[in-house]
């Protein structure tokens, strides 16, 4: 089942020219609306005037997350505030966090695509989500929410945690659809089967599953231990939201849903790089009305296909993302940066900013270690006291970065130095 | 009266230990008495050694966390009951020990005890008015 045919089917040059049309008046929007762009587009010398194809998009300048973060809380608003009905944000993993704000318009826009992206997965009203994505400022839970509610299917909205609840919730109310991270899923069956049930025999009939890197071995076992097909979402908060991108029964890449976000594919220079070669993922979105966002550099790394697929939709497709063009690390769902830790560590007096992050996956969770060089200053004779400083170190990082890690001390000086080519991140993880 | 003792940070990992003690012998250093605590994860290497300014500092100079700290060096006699004798008076006196270590001397039919406690000063007293040997720094080094 296709949720809407005309959009998701349209013709590419139709598609061309609705995507024309609505860029130049994004560009309008924002050049009347946002100083911020205002500014920028001038800096660039280029007016709304001068997009006149689609091939002039390419002139526009780059939106990143520095950007976005310059103009904190509510710089980006191309609307008077009391047109936004909902905000969310971004971690601020790395500082500020980004501020997603959106009228009633855009929350129908994001309850549009993520019913677009229920429906390939099989979902129609008569089905029951479980979704176990966190509700709050975090996209996931609401994205998912919307959609599911578009569609008029039965949404239970869980979010993370209370493991064995969430169990008891599949069965008792015949859950028909789990929304989950990879390893959070794996982590569910695990303790199903704990708890004496078999996942294969609840009534599952798909799997939306995001947030987190992944391998297609990954998916064959989820799949295997749900006994259900499990498939893909894509999306992030400075754009929408999940639901900017999703997996339909061929499993050959995400739809990423063009009327609404403009993709583009650039390589380190920033420059254009074709169809099937791999490189960062910028999107222009066309249609937000709050928060318009031109160009911005995802920091994902993708493909992009415009063959036509099998399941007869014309939309492109992005592959799954393998990797990023920047040092973040996806641990457990959660947005890492190295410099986050760095910064945990130059809060306790004594201990240098060295450290080694090695992430490995030795069941079915992501494990994060820091090691972190002990100093004269903060070395102690006493066992007890280095057992304290381990766990304070531990406590001052996972307040930094909302995850649990565990700590090694190693020797002073015994960790690559961050000139030249440190290697601050080890990451076991096989994608 | 109270001996120098010096401290190094391991990790619990292959040929640390032998790293640390070849640094010394590179430097002519001879260990008197060594003592190493560890946990799974890392060990802390005691040591008392004639010359322990020297040590730290070639210690340092070799990137090891190293610090300082006072024992107290007891003489108890190499037959059953000596050591529990000086627990004993640490007992009476209410003293709590972080840790302890001892070492057989051969040619005088005496054993050294090492110990560590929150209060030095007090427990030096206890030791004394409880009638034990406390051995000075020299003695130690020269034994």
Redesign the interface.
Known sequence: MIWNEEMECISRDDLKELQLKRLQETIKRVYENVPYYKKKLEENNIYPEDIESLEDIKRLPYTTKEDLRRVYPFGMFAVPKKEIIEVHTSSGTTGKPVVSSYTKEDIEIWGEVMARGLTMMGVTEDDIIQNTHGYGLFTGGFGVHYGAQRIGATVIPISTGQTRRQIEIMKDFGTTVMIFTPSYGLYLSEVAEEEGYNPREFQLKAIGFGAEMWTEEMRRELEKRFNAPAFNIYGLTEIIGPGVAMECPEKDGLHIFEDHFYPEIINSKGEPLPPGKRGELVITTLTRVGMPIIRFRTKDITSINYTECGCGRTLARISRITGRADDMLKVRGVSVFPSQIEKALLKIDGLQPHYQIIVTRPHLMDEMEVKVE???E??????GE??KL?KKIEEYIQDEIGLRVKV???????LPRSEGKAVRVIDKRKF | MKIK?I?I???NKKG?LWKALNTLKNASINIRALYL?D?S??G?L?LIVPEPEKAKKIL?EN?????T?EVIAVELEDKPGGLASILKILKDSQINL?YIYAFVHEKKDKAILFL?ADDIDKTIRALQDGGATILTPEEVYEL
């Open positions: 002990t100093s004269a903060v070395f102690s004779d006493d066992i280095m057992m381990q090694t001390l190693v020797e002073p000086k015994t | 003792q401290s940070f391991l990790e640390r605590a946990t994860e890392f802390i005691r340092e990137d090891f966390a190293v610090k700290n972080e560590k």
